[in-house]
């Protein structure tokens, strides 16, 4: 058994980092993410000696199917009331950019999330992310269309920003 957790302690020492941030693009907040790894990585550990080839795409299915199952079984998301609506602030430069960015993906549901995660992140084809989502093609195409349309209208200098990149390359 000792070489079973020698195994499973240099995955998660190795590859911890990457699925750390495969989670936080899933859940959208840091906390989310360490615990989505972390029940993640106590089922992976419980199958790790029947776990054949490369662990990683295991436990990064394994992210994809909780977050999903996880927002599944939460009928609506908790809401906290505040006196005031936060200003948001105008996007001027990248760091602004990055953060209206970054409030649009949390605002997308889990599932348009992890198929933006599975493609442009992981740059996973249209077969594959339907494969780790079980689901079939036609479906990830259309959410991943429907969650670039919503960031495209929530965070609309997304537009020029490609539009610049265009005229650059």
């Known amino acids: 058994m000792a070489e079973v957790d020698r195994e499973f302690t240099a995955f998660v020492s190795e590859r ?93 549901p889990p599932r348009q999330r992890a198929v933006l995660t599975l493609r442009y992140l992981e740059d996973l084809s249209v077969e594959r992310t339907a494969a780790l989502l079980g689901c079939r093609p036609g479906t990830v195409a259309s959410q991943s269309a429907k969650a670039l349309a919503r960031l495209r209208h929530l965070v609309p200098a997304l537009d020029e920003l490609a539009d610049r990149s265009e005229v650059t390359r």
């Not at 911890?16 to 936080?24: H, M, N, P, S």
């Not at 977050?67 to 005031?84: K, T």
């Open 16 to 108: 911890g980092a990457v699925l750390l941030r495969v989670a936080y693009a899933l859940a959208g907040n840091q906390h989310a993410a360490e615990d989505l790894l972390q029940n993640a990585l106590a089922k992976a550990y419980a199958r790790w000696p029947r776990i054949r080839g490369d662990a990683e795409p295991y436990v990064k299915r394994i992210l994809y199917h909780d977050q999903v199952s996880g927002w599944r079984r939460r009928a609506r998301r908790a809401e906290v009331p505040v006196p005031e609506l936060p200003e948001r602030p105008a996007a001027g430069d990248d760091s602004d950019l990055r953060l209206l960015l970054r409030d649009a993906l949390r605002a997308l």
